[in-house]
């Protein structure tokens, strides 16, 4: 007995955790800081927490006035209809959802590279084909329609992550208007805004009114401090919104993770001050390290540095967990997590050591 030909598929590599580097250095957790994984440094918000405190008495029931209030409360701060608003486990079930709902078997999607890995994995999962265009170092790992549609040869998906994962870049709404209207009429756009909240720029969301080939993708993984809940949604224009009910796994998004994320999204001073923190780190970064490095939408900056994995090596074992960006195909890059105001000035200190030291011992 074997499973179906798996030899396409690719397991996700996730940042390492605090436990895991602990207890492969024989460290304790509390030593090292975990900058590898754009969590959200200030925690869940204490709403969240008291959410999930008080529904751990509640489930031994079906989450299903949970869900209902969540999509509710979404549907009112996007001003959509609650149709429109797919709840998922995190954002990856969001991009299963699109992918059920709009892949037959062979069909292709368009995918960044570098990027984040999990689009194609979604398509493979459900039976379709993978294809990359380039975002390049050269141009800033700049997000023009050019870019996309340079490669673009009809694919049934294209994805687009703004800002960006892993390098920061960000995309015009105006040039996602250009790509809505230049693709052909059976192409679904995928905007992935998992950092949405962390850009100055407005949600693609708002364009849901006027175009039917588009999706938004949102989390409650990163500013929402939510990642280890599993839990997000896709926004989707009123034309197909009905497919959500043939297509979602029943009860998918937990009791418990719909009521966290219903007190997280009414709690703004926590979000306030995990973007405020986030958009304060990116600048120290940029001003502070003695890398190239690049601007960042996001809660996270991209860094050059040479030997990416023996940068995250040696940070490592001074207690700053960074992510090796080799499996998003920068292997000279490492993508390090914006901190507390704390953590990142250490970070940059480790950082800035290593760098120097990796240098100092080239041949
Ligand atoms: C983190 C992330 C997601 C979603 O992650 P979930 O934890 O599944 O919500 C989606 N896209 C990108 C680019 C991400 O970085």
Not at 136 to 165: C, W
Not at 264 to 283: C, F, M, P, Q, Y
Not at 331 to 355: D, H, Q, W, Y
Request: glycine letters at 6%; proline letters at 5%.
């Amino acid at each position: 007995m074997q499973p179906r030909d798996l030899s396409a598929h690719e397991a996700y590599v996730p940042g390492r955790g605090a436990e895991e580097v602990a207890r492969e250095l024989g460290m304790d957790p509390e030593e090292l800081t975990k900058l590898s994984s754009n969590e959200n440094p200030h925690g869940p918000s204490p709403d969240a927490v008291e959410a999930v405190e008080a529904a751990a008495s509640e489930i031994h029931v079906y989450p299903k006035t949970s869900h209902a209030d969540l999509t509710d409360a979404l549907a009112e701060r996007w001003d959509l209809t609650s149709e429109q608003v797919w709840v998922s486990a995190g954002g990856d079930g969001a991009l299963d959802n699109l992918s059920r709902a709009f892949l037959e078997p062979d069909d292709r999607v368009l995918t960044p590279k570098p990027g984040f890995s999990y689009y194609a994995m979604s398509a493979r999962y459900h039976h379709g084909e993978v294809a990359e265009y380039s975002l390049s170092k050269a141009d800033d790992f700049a997000q023009t329609p050019e870019t996309i549609l340079d490669a673009y040869d009809g694919e049934r998906i294209v994805y687009l992550t703004t800002p960006h994962n892993p390098t920061g870049s960000e995309m015009a709404r105006e040039d996602i208007v250009t790509l809505l209207e230049s693709v052909e009429d059976h192409t679904l756009v995928v905007v992935d805004e998992a950092y949405g909240e962390y850009s100055e720029e407005p949600s693609a969301i708002g364009l849901l009114d006027e175009y039917d080939n588009l999706a938004v993708i949102r989390t409650f993984s990163k500013a929402f401090g939510l990642a280890g809940l599993r839990i997000g949604y896709a926004a989707v224009p009123e034309a197909w919104a009905d497919a959500y009910a043939r297509v979602n796994t029943p009860f998918a998004a937990s009791k418990v993770a719909c009521r966290a994320a219903l007190a997280a999204l009414g709690n703004e001073e926590h979000i306030e001050k995990s973007v405020e923190t986030a958009r304060w780190a990116r600048e120290y970064y940029r001003d502070e390290l003695n890398a190239n490095t690049w601007p960042s939408g996001g809660n996270f900056v991209l860094v050059e540095v040479g030997d990416a994995t023996a940068v995250a090596e040696a940070t490592k074992r001074r207690g700053i967990i960074v992510r090796d960006t080799s499996s998003f195909g920068l292997p000279a890059c490492i993508r390090v997590s914006c901190g507390t105001r704390e953590e990142t000035k250490r970070a940059v200190e480790v950082l800035n050591e290593v760098i120097a030291d990796v240098e100092a011992t080239k041949p």
